[in-house]
């Protein structure tokens, strides 16, 4: 995968899949500390002790659709080739949190990534779904929640584009800014 957004997209299918009705998406871009950390969390079925000890395995997936399932492994690559590791963690009937620390100033670290687009396309390929979706930067940071956005535009506010867009700027405006407080 190219850049984290990538896998942010990965492991929100894998929530998608696992019959989520919210997910959490949690940035925090520490400069200063030199960490990046990435926490995506959900209210999906979540799995057992023993499914969450065989996600790094390539060849372990809860999939009938193929045989192999390589988001976790791949995730968890990028994040040990930086200094930093994934953690999991996840409760049978309620949900579970994917943590990825990256070394921020690391050279193996990937991009970031379109955090922004990789939110939108989420949203309005699953407009029935909430996101909360949290970005900080040095400490500073920025919310936005979708079961807000559906409150003030309506239910079907994902699924029409000219709003899909004007969030997606307005997301990537409110990153930068964050960024540059």
């Known amino acids: 995968m ?17 019959g989520a009705t919210r997910v959490t998406l949690t940035v925090d871009e520490n400069p200063a500390a030199d960490l990046l950390t990435i926490v995506i969390g959900d209210n999906g079925r979540g ?7 065989r996600l790094s395995d390539p060849f372990f997936t809860s999939r009938t659709t193929r045989k192999v399932g390589m988001g976790i492994p791949l995730l ?5 080739q930086s200094g930093g590791e994934v953690r999991i963690t996840s409760e049978p009937g309620r949900g579970t949190e994917v943590t990825a620390v990256f070394g921020y100033s690391d ?10 687009n990789a ?7 699953n407009p029935r779904m909430d996101f909360l979706f949290t970005y900080r930067y040095n400490g500073e940071e920025y919310v ?3 079961a807000d956005v559906k409150e003030i535009f309506g239910e079907d506010a994902f699924s029409n584009l000219t709003i899909v867009k004007n969030i997606e700027e307005m997301l990537k405006e409110n990153i930068e800014e964050v960024r540059n407080s």
Request: a negative charge.
């Open 107 to 116: 050279i193996d670290r990937p991009p970031l990534g379109d955090v922004a």
């Open 2 to 18: 190219n850049d984290l957004s990538m896998h942010i997209l990965d492991i929100i299918q894998n929530s998608i899949s696992a």
């Open 76 to 80: 968890k690559q990028s994040a040990e």
């Open 119 to 125: 939110l939108m396309i989420t949203a309005s390929s």
């Open 47 to 53: 799995m057992t002790p023993e499914q969450v000890s």
């Open 144 to 146: 936005l929640d979708t």
